[in-house]
C-alpha cells in the first residue's frame, strides 16, 4: 500500500514538473497565463520550443530532381552530396533558422525508383522566386590579363567599332572577334582553383573587401601570372561581368587575393556567399514547389490546439459522469499522457504538422481506450461479487491482453505507414506510433498505480457507487 | 444475442452499403487533389478591396486557359491550374494583381509534377495494401492458440473483409460528395484501419477468452456473449474518439476538416463493423465449416 502510494506520488509530482516544463518553455503562453517572467531556469528551458511544421509555422517547400545523366555512375552519390553541400550554403545565405537540405530517392512503389531528389524545406520563407533564384544560379569567377598590343587588339577594337557603327544603319554587322574581350584575355584561372573567399575589412578606410584563397595548384598560377604582370592590370570577371581590374603592384605567391570594389557590407557578404557556393556539380529541375504563408499556419496551429482542449474536456467530462472514480483517475492519466508527449515532441524533437497533429489526437482515442478497457473489466469483476482489489487486479490482468494485442496492431500499422509513406504521412506515423508506446505506459503504470493506491479494499454502498458506471443503479 | 441470431440482416445492410460504396466510387470517381495528379494551387489576399471576380476570372483564362477561379471569403482568391513553373508562377501573380496595381499577399502557393503526384499516388496504394497484409498476419500469429473451432487464419481473414468494408464505405461517400482525394485522404483512411482493427482485436480477444474459459459448448452462444460483454466498451469507445473528431471538425484547422469528416464516418462504420459484422461472421464461418465436415 505504501509502496504504491509513494510510486503514485512520484508519478504526480514527476506529471506536474514536466507539465512545467512544457508550460515554461513556451515561455509566450507562461506570460500569458501567469504574468512575469519564468522564475526558473528560463536559459535552458529557452532552448526547447515546439518544432513547427512548414504547413503550421508558414514558409516554403522545394522539390528539385537531379539531373544524373552526365555524371558516371560510380560517381552518383559524391556528386549528389556535393550538390546538397553546395545548396545548404545557398540556403544559409538566406539566414533562416534551420533551413532544411536533404536528398530524396523516388520511391519503386511510384516506378520512380532511380531518380534522385533534392528537398529544401525554408521556414518562414516566402518569398519564393528569389529562393528559387539563389538556389538554382551558377556563378562563374574568372580572372583575366590585360591584352597585349599589337594587331589582335586593334581586330577585336575595330569589330568593336564597326559593330556599334552598324547598329546605327540598322545594318548589323557580326564578327566571331566580338566573343572577346579587348582589353583583357582570358586565363585558366577560374573560380574552379578558389579555396575560400571570405569579407574582410580595410584597416584604415573600414571599408569591406573580399579575399580570395586559392588552393596550392591555384596559387602556382596566380603566381606566374602575377609574376609576368607586374605594374599591369587583373580584371576578375563575375557572372561575364567585369567587377574590378586592381594593377599587380608584385609578385604574389601565398596564392591570396583582394577585391576592394565599392562594395556595401552586405553585398561583400552575399558575393563571398555566391563565391564559396561556386557552380552546381549536378544541374537540377524544380519539380514541385509549395509555399505556405504565416498567417495561414498559425491559424491551422491556433484551430488544432483549439480543437485538441475541446476534444480533450469532452473526454474528460465523460470519464468522470460515466466512469466516476476510475473516470476521474483516468482524467488524471490521460493528463499526464498528453504531458509526456508533449515532452517528447521538445526533446527529441519532432517537427509538428498538422498530421502529426492529427495522429496524436487519434493516440488519445486510444489511450482512452485502455482506460475504458480497464474500468470495464474492473466493473465485470466487481458484479460477481469480488472485492474491490482483487477486481481492479484481475480487471487489469484481463483487459491487458486486449490492449496489447490491439496497440501491437497499431504499432505495426504506423511502422509500414512510417516505411511507405510520403512525408506527410510519415509524420502521422510518428506521433501515432509514439503515442500508442506512451499510452500503453500510461495506462498500465499511472492507471493502475493510482488506483491501487486509493487504498479502498472494503465493499461499501458507498465504494461500490463509485467504482460502478452509467446512470443506471446497481 | 440478437446480433448473432439476426446476423444474416446485417450482412445484407453491410453488403448494400458496400455495393453503393463501389459504385460511387465508379460512378462518381474521385475529385484527385493536386498532390496526386499534379496541378497548382494559389491562395492570394487582396491588401485593398478584391477586384471584380468576373474581371480576375477573364484576365487569368486569357494566359492560363485551364484555370480554375474561385473567391475565398471576402478579399481572396483561390486558383487552380496545371503545376506551373517558377517563371509562370509569377506571370500568375503579376495578372492577379494587375501588375502590382492592386497590392495582394500570397498565402499560399502550390505546385507539383505530375511524376510526383503519380509517385504518391502508388505509393497511397502500396501502403494501405501492406498495412492490411501486416495485420492480418499478426492477428493470425496472436491467435495461434485459438485453433479451435476455426483457425487463427479465418480471424484474420475476417478482419481483412471487415477492413476493407470499413474503408470503401467512407471512400464512397467521399467519392459521392466529390470531397478532395489527397494524401490526407490516404492517411484518414489508414487511420480507419488502425481504429477499426483495435476495435475488431478486442471483441476477438473476448471471444478467444471465453473459448478458453468453455463458458459454453456453443460457439454462437460465447460470440454472442463476448459481443455482448464487450458491446459497452466498444460503444464507449468510439464515442469518446468520434467527439475528439467532431471538435477537430468543428473547430480545428480548415485542412483537417474533410480528414475528421471522413475519420469520423470511418469510426462510425468500424465499429458498426466490430459488432454487426465481424463478429457475427465467425459465426458463420463455424457453421460452413462444421456443414463441409
Not at chain 1, 498505480?449 to 465493499?459: A, E, N, V
Not at chain 2, 509569377?90 to 496595381?101: A, R, V
Given at each position: 500500500m505504501l509502496k504504491h502510494r509513494l510510486f503514485a506520488g512520484t508519478v504526480l509530482v514527476l506529471g506536474i514538473l514536466v507539465a512545467y516544463f512544457v508550460y515554461a518553455s513556451e515561455s509566450k503562453i507562461y506570460e500569458k497565463l501567469?504574468?512575469?517572467?519564468?522564475?526558473?531556469?528560463r536559459d535552458i528551458l529557452a532552448k526547447f520550443p515546439f518544432k513547427l511544421g512548414l504547413d503550421l509555422s508558414g514558409g516554403s517547400h522545394l522539390v528539385y530532381r537531379a539531373d544524373l545523366s552526365q555524371i558516371k555512375s560510380g560517381d552518383t552519390s559524391d556528386s549528389l552530396e556535393a550538390l546538397r553541400d553546395v545548396i545548404e550554403r545557398r540556403v544559409n545565405l538566406f539566414g533562416v533558422a534551420e533551413p532544411i537540405v536533404q536528398l530524396e530517392q523516388g520511391s519503386i512503389a511510384g516506378g520512380t525508383g532511380n531518380e534522385q531528389r533534392l528537398v529544401v524545406e525554408l521556414p518562414g520563407?516566402?518569398?519564393?522566386q528569389e529562393a528559387i533564384k539563389t538556389i538554382g544560379q551558377t556563378p562563374t569567377l574568372e580572372f583575366k590579363t590585360e591584352r597585349p598590343a599589337g594587331k589582335e587588339k586593334d581586330d577585336i577594337i575595330k569589330a568593336y567599332e564597326d559593330y556599334q557603327k552598324s547598329l546605327k544603319t540598322g545594318n548589323l554587322v557580326f564578327s566571331p572577334?566580338?566573343?572577346?574581350d579587348p582589353y583583357f584575355i582570358d586565363t585558366p584561372?577560374?573560380?574552379?582553383?578558389?579555396?575560400h573567399s571570405l569579407v574582410e575589412f580595410d584597416s584604415t578606410t573600414r571599408e569591406p573587401k573580399v579575399s580570395l584563397v586559392f588552393n596550392a595548384e591555384g596559387a602556382k598560377i596566380f603566381a606566374e601570372m602575377t609574376k609576368v604582370n607586374v605594374n599591369k592590370q587583373i580584371a576578375i570577371y563575375l557572372d561575364r561581368s567585369a567587377i574590378t581590374a586592381p594593377v599587380v603592384r608584385e609578385e604574389i605567391k601565398d596564392g591570396k587575393a583582394v577585391i576592394s570594389g565599392n562594395f556595401t557590407p552586405q553585398e561583400a557578404k552575399l558575393l563571398v556567399g555566391r563565391l564559396n557556393s561556386g557552380a552546381l556539380p549536378v544541374p537540377i529541375t524544380l519539380v514541385s514547389t509549395q509555399v505556405i504563408g504565416a498567417p495561414l499556419g498559425e491559424k491551422a496551429l491556433r484551430d488544432g490546439v483549439y480543437a485538441g482542449i475541446i476534444g480533450l474536456l469532452a473526454i474528460a467530462i465523460f470519464l468522470v459522469v460515466w466512469y466516476r472514480l476510475p473516470g476521474v483517475i483516468a482524467v488524471v492519466a490521460l493528463s499526464i499522457y498528453v504531458m509526456i508527449m508533449l515532452l517528447v515532441f521538445k526533446l527529441i524533437p519532432i517537427t509538428l504538422t498538422a498530421a502529426g497533429i492529427a495522429g496524436f489526437i487519434l493516440s488519445i482515442g486510444m489511450a482512452v481506450d485502455a482506460n475504458i478497457l480497464i474500468a470495464e473489466r474492473t466493473k465485470e469483476e466487481l458484479r460477481q461479487g469480488k472485492d474491490i482489489s482483487t477486481s481492479i487486479n484481475e480487471g487489469f490482468s484481463r483487459a491487458w491482453l486486449s490492449i496489447r494485442d490491439s496497440n501491437i496492431s497499431s504499432i505495426i500499422t504506423g511502422i509500414i505507414l512510417f516505411w511507405f509513406g510520403s512525408s506527410l504521412i510519415e509524420g502521422f506515423a510518428l506521433t501515432f506510433v509514439l503515442g500508442v508506446l506512451v499510452s500503453m505506459f500510461s495506462a498500465i503504470t499511472v492507471t493502475r498505480t493510482f488506483l491501487k493506491s486509493l487504498g479502498i479494499t472494503s465493499r461499501t454502498r458507498l465504494t461500490a457507487f463509485l467504482f460502478s458506471s452509467g446512470f443506471h443503479k446497481n | 444475442m440478437f446480433i448473432v441470431n439476426y446476423r444474416k440482416i446485417f450482412f445484407t445492410i453491410s453488403t448494400v452499403l458496400v455495393v453503393l460504396g463501389i459504385f460511387s466510387m465508379f460512378y462518381f470517381g474521385f475529385n484527385a487533389g493536386i498532390d496526386f495528379k499534379g496541378g497548382a494551387i494559389i491562395e492570394v489576399v487582396y491588401t485593398n478591396a478584391r477586384p471584380d471576380i468576373l474581371l480576375i476570372t477573364d484576365s487569368v483564362k486569357k494566359e492560363f486557359s485551364d484555370a480554375h477561379i474561385q473567391t475565398v471569403e471576402d478579399d481572396g482568391v483561390f486558383v487552380r491550374t496545371r503545376d506551373l513553373t517558377d517563371a509562370e508562377h509569377t506571370k500568375l501573380l503579376n495578372i492577379i494583381s494587375f501588375d502590382g496595381k492592386n497590392q495582394i499577399t500570397e498565402k499560399r502557393f502550390n505546385s507539383i509534377g505530375p511524376t510526383i503526384g503519380k509517385e504518391l499516388r502508388s505509393k497511397a496504394w502500396y501502403a494501405i495494401i501492406a498495412v492490411i497484409l501486416g495485420i492480418v498476419l499478426f492477428i493470425a500469429f496472436a491467435f495461434?492458440?485459438?485453433?479451435?473451432?476455426?483457425?487463427?487464419w479465418k480471424y484474420g481473414l475476417i478482419t481483412t473483409l471487415a477492413l476493407v468494408h470499413d474503408i470503401i464505405i467512407p471512400a464512397g461517400i467521399f467519392a459521392y460528395l466529390g470531397k478532395e482525394v489527397n494524401s490526407l485522404f490516404v492517411v484518414a483512411l489508414l487511420s480507419i484501419l488502425g481504429i477499426s482493427v483495435h476495435d475488431k482485436i478486442v471483441v476477438f480477444d473476448r471471444v478467444r477468452e471465453n473459448l478458453k474459459l468453455k463458458i459454453s459448448n456453443s460457439f454462437e452462444e460465447i460470440v454472442g456473449k463476448s459481443l455482448e460483454q464487450t458491446f459497452t466498451r466498444s460503444v464507449n469507445t468510439s464515442l469518446t474518439i468520434l467527439v475528439v473528431l467532431f471538435a477537430l471538425w468543428y473547430a480545428g484547422p480548415a485542412t483537417t476538416k474533410d480528414f475528421a469528416l471522413l475519420l469520423f464516418t470511418g469510426v462510425f462504420i468500424g465499429t458498426y463493423s466490430s459488432v454487426f459484422f465481424a463478429t457475427p461472421l465467425l459465426v458463420t464461418l463455424e457453421r460452413w465449416q462444421s456443414k463441409n465436415k
Amino acid at each position: 500500500m505504501l509502496k504504491h502510494r509513494l510510486f503514485a506520488g512520484t508519478v504526480l509530482v514527476l506529471g506536474i514538473l514536466v507539465a512545467y516544463f512544457v508550460y515554461a518553455s513556451e515561455s509566450k503562453i507562461y506570460e500569458k497565463l501567469f504574468g512575469g517572467k519564468i522564475p526558473y531556469g528560463r536559459d535552458i528551458l529557452a532552448k526547447f520550443p515546439f518544432k513547427l511544421g512548414l504547413d503550421l509555422s508558414g514558409g516554403s517547400h522545394l522539390v528539385y530532381r537531379a539531373d544524373l545523366s552526365q555524371i558516371k555512375s560510380g560517381d552518383t552519390s559524391d556528386s549528389l552530396e556535393a550538390l546538397r553541400d553546395v545548396i545548404e550554403r545557398r540556403v544559409n545565405l538566406f539566414g533562416v533558422a534551420e533551413p532544411i537540405v536533404q536528398l530524396e530517392q523516388g520511391s519503386i512503389a511510384g516506378g520512380t525508383g532511380n531518380e534522385q531528389r533534392l528537398v529544401v524545406e525554408l521556414p518562414g520563407v516566402t518569398n519564393v522566386q528569389e529562393a528559387i533564384k539563389t538556389i538554382g544560379q551558377t556563378p562563374t569567377l574568372e580572372f583575366k590579363t590585360e591584352r597585349p598590343a599589337g594587331k589582335e587588339k586593334d581586330d577585336i577594337i575595330k569589330a568593336y567599332e564597326d559593330y556599334q557603327k552598324s547598329l546605327k544603319t540598322g545594318n548589323l554587322v557580326f564578327s566571331p572577334l566580338l566573343a572577346q574581350d579587348p582589353y583583357f584575355i582570358d586565363t585558366p584561372l577560374t573560380g574552379r582553383f578558389l579555396d575560400h573567399s571570405l569579407v574582410e575589412f580595410d584597416s584604415t578606410t573600414r571599408e569591406p573587401k573580399v579575399s580570395l584563397v586559392f588552393n596550392a595548384e591555384g596559387a602556382k598560377i596566380f603566381a606566374e601570372m602575377t609574376k609576368v604582370n607586374v605594374n599591369k592590370q587583373i580584371a576578375i570577371y563575375l557572372d561575364r561581368s567585369a567587377i574590378t581590374a586592381p594593377v599587380v603592384r608584385e609578385e604574389i605567391k601565398d596564392g591570396k587575393a583582394v577585391i576592394s570594389g565599392n562594395f556595401t557590407p552586405q553585398e561583400a557578404k552575399l558575393l563571398v556567399g555566391r563565391l564559396n557556393s561556386g557552380a552546381l556539380p549536378v544541374p537540377i529541375t524544380l519539380v514541385s514547389t509549395q509555399v505556405i504563408g504565416a498567417p495561414l499556419g498559425e491559424k491551422a496551429l491556433r484551430d488544432g490546439v483549439y480543437a485538441g482542449i475541446i476534444g480533450l474536456l469532452a473526454i474528460a467530462i465523460f470519464l468522470v459522469v460515466w466512469y466516476r472514480l476510475p473516470g476521474v483517475i483516468a482524467v488524471v492519466a490521460l493528463s499526464i499522457y498528453v504531458m509526456i508527449m508533449l515532452l517528447v515532441f521538445k526533446l527529441i524533437p519532432i517537427t509538428l504538422t498538422a498530421a502529426g497533429i492529427a495522429g496524436f489526437i487519434l493516440s488519445i482515442g486510444m489511450a482512452v481506450d485502455a482506460n475504458i478497457l480497464i474500468a470495464e473489466r474492473t466493473k465485470e469483476e466487481l458484479r460477481q461479487g469480488k472485492d474491490i482489489s482483487t477486481s481492479i487486479n484481475e480487471g487489469f490482468s484481463r483487459a491487458w491482453l486486449s490492449i496489447r494485442d490491439s496497440n501491437i496492431s497499431s504499432i505495426i500499422t504506423g511502422i509500414i505507414l512510417f516505411w511507405f509513406g510520403s512525408s506527410l504521412i510519415e509524420g502521422f506515423a510518428l506521433t501515432f506510433v509514439l503515442g500508442v508506446l506512451v499510452s500503453m505506459f500510461s495506462a498500465i503504470t499511472v492507471t493502475r498505480t493510482f488506483l491501487k493506491s486509493l487504498g479502498i479494499t472494503s465493499r461499501t454502498r458507498l465504494t461500490a457507487f463509485l467504482f460502478s458506471s452509467g446512470f443506471h443503479k446497481n | 444475442m440478437f446480433i448473432v441470431n439476426y446476423r444474416k440482416i446485417f450482412f445484407t445492410i453491410s453488403t448494400v452499403l458496400v455495393v453503393l460504396g463501389i459504385f460511387s466510387m465508379f460512378y462518381f470517381g474521385f475529385n484527385a487533389g493536386i498532390d496526386f495528379k499534379g496541378g497548382a494551387i494559389i491562395e492570394v489576399v487582396y491588401t485593398n478591396a478584391r477586384p471584380d471576380i468576373l474581371l480576375i476570372t477573364d484576365s487569368v483564362k486569357k494566359e492560363f486557359s485551364d484555370a480554375h477561379i474561385q473567391t475565398v471569403e471576402d478579399d481572396g482568391v483561390f486558383v487552380r491550374t496545371r503545376d506551373l513553373t517558377d517563371a509562370e508562377h509569377t506571370k500568375l501573380l503579376n495578372i492577379i494583381s494587375f501588375d502590382g496595381k492592386n497590392q495582394i499577399t500570397e498565402k499560399r502557393f502550390n505546385s507539383i509534377g505530375p511524376t510526383i503526384g503519380k509517385e504518391l499516388r502508388s505509393k497511397a496504394w502500396y501502403a494501405i495494401i501492406a498495412v492490411i497484409l501486416g495485420i492480418v498476419l499478426f492477428i493470425a500469429f496472436a491467435f495461434r492458440r485459438v485453433a479451435k473451432p476455426i483457425s487463427s487464419w479465418k480471424y484474420g481473414l475476417i478482419t481483412t473483409l471487415a477492413l476493407v468494408h470499413d474503408i470503401i464505405i467512407p471512400a464512397g461517400i467521399f467519392a459521392y460528395l466529390g470531397k478532395e482525394v489527397n494524401s490526407l485522404f490516404v492517411v484518414a483512411l489508414l487511420s480507419i484501419l488502425g481504429i477499426s482493427v483495435h476495435d475488431k482485436i478486442v471483441v476477438f480477444d473476448r471471444v478467444r477468452e471465453n473459448l478458453k474459459l468453455k463458458i459454453s459448448n456453443s460457439f454462437e452462444e460465447i460470440v454472442g456473449k463476448s459481443l455482448e460483454q464487450t458491446f459497452t466498451r466498444s460503444v464507449n469507445t468510439s464515442l469518446t474518439i468520434l467527439v475528439v473528431l467532431f471538435a477537430l471538425w468543428y473547430a480545428g484547422p480548415a485542412t483537417t476538416k474533410d480528414f475528421a469528416l471522413l475519420l469520423f464516418t470511418g469510426v462510425f462504420i468500424g465499429t458498426y463493423s466490430s459488432v454487426f459484422f465481424a463478429t457475427p461472421l465467425l459465426v458463420t464461418l463455424e457453421r460452413w465449416q462444421s456443414k463441409n465436415k
